[in-house]
């Protein structure tokens, strides 16, 4: 084998590898946007769309969030909203509507901000009201072949309530994937009062049966009126391999297998002059 053909072939091999691993999910971790708030009233969510709100109400409860999410927070059609965290300023809890009213408690160390999962954005959607679903076209699959869905969830509440609360997401995939997240038996994670749940990784190996599915995300939780926030990020379809595709950075076994077959190349090249009979 050639010098150029032993190089093709390691090339070969390390971008089949890095295609396998391509994203088909687009703006998976949220970050492209026009800031924190409620999308279709405050900001927008590019390529990602918003359904109705399950229970009739004509704007969706649904956010981009960052960091700030307990300080600053992040605005809404009625105002602006903050979950519960370490850097929650003390008194912004006495709304007409807060459960119980008033109640004007400050800073909780539940762990938020905590680490975003990828970037510096997260969607966040109330499981209890104005719950709306949101969905994207997945291109490039093929028929037969196997994928890999994973994505990060958390939970957490505003802070208009006190109360433990229950959150997760239904996810769906065409007729490919039907699941949901959590760790209880209904699917939910369990959050108490003023608290955050911390990041899960969820992980699921589907069979794609069409070249173009609808990726769906629809919170679920409770009770209604203790907001349960179901938070998400890092939404991620990639070509399923066993063993895992290789990092970018080549494999030493790839480095190696390439190296050896130049190493001989040089070696049976160097024999030949050696051997070869005098003019």
């Known amino acids: 084998m050639s010098t150029a053909r032993v190089l093709a072939a390691g090339a070969m091999l390390m971008a089949s590898g890095s295609a396998m691993a391509a994203n088909l999910v687009q703006n998976g971790s949220f970050e492209s946007n026009g800031g924190v708030g409620q999308i279709g009233s405050v900001t927008s969510l590019n390529n990602w769309s918003v359904g109705a709100a399950t229970d009739g109400t004509t704007i969706p409860f649904d956010f981009v969030l960052d960091a700030n999410a307990d300080s600053t927070g992040f605005n809404s059609s009625t105002g602006t909203i903050r979950i519960w965290g370490p850097n929650t300023p003390t008194g912004v809890s006495n ?38 679903p949101i969905s994207q076209t997945i291109n490039g699959l093929t028929a037969g072949n196997e994928y890999d869905l994973t994505f990060s969830y958390a939970g957490a509440q505003f802070t208009d309530a006190l109360g433990a609360n229950q959150q997760g997401w239904h996810v769906t995939l065409g007729g490919d994937v039907n699941k949901d997240t959590g760790d209880n038996p209904n699917g939910d994670l369990s959050n108490p009062s003023e608290g955050f749940t911390g990041w899960h990784t969820f992980s699921y190996t589907f069979t794609a049966s069409t070249t173009s599915e609808t990726l769906t995300f629809l919170a679920n939780g409770g009770p209604s009126g203790l907001p349960p926030f179901a938070l998400l990020d890092n939404v991620s379809i990639t070509g399923h391999m066993d063993p895992p595709p290789p990092s970018p950075v080549p494999e030493p076994s790839t480095i190696v297998l390439v190296g050896s077959s130049l190493f001989l190349i040089g070696a049976a090249r160097s024999f030949r002059k050696k051997n070869a009979p005098a003019a």
């Not at 007409?96 to 909780?108: R, T």
């Not at 990828?118 to 209890?128: I, R």
């Open 95 to 132: 709304f007409p509507y807060s459960n119980p009213n008033p109640h004007n408690v400050g800073p909780v160390a539940n762990g938020w901000p905590g680490t975003i999962p990828n970037g510096s954005y997260v969607f966040g959607a109330d499981a209890a009201y104005a719950n709306a």
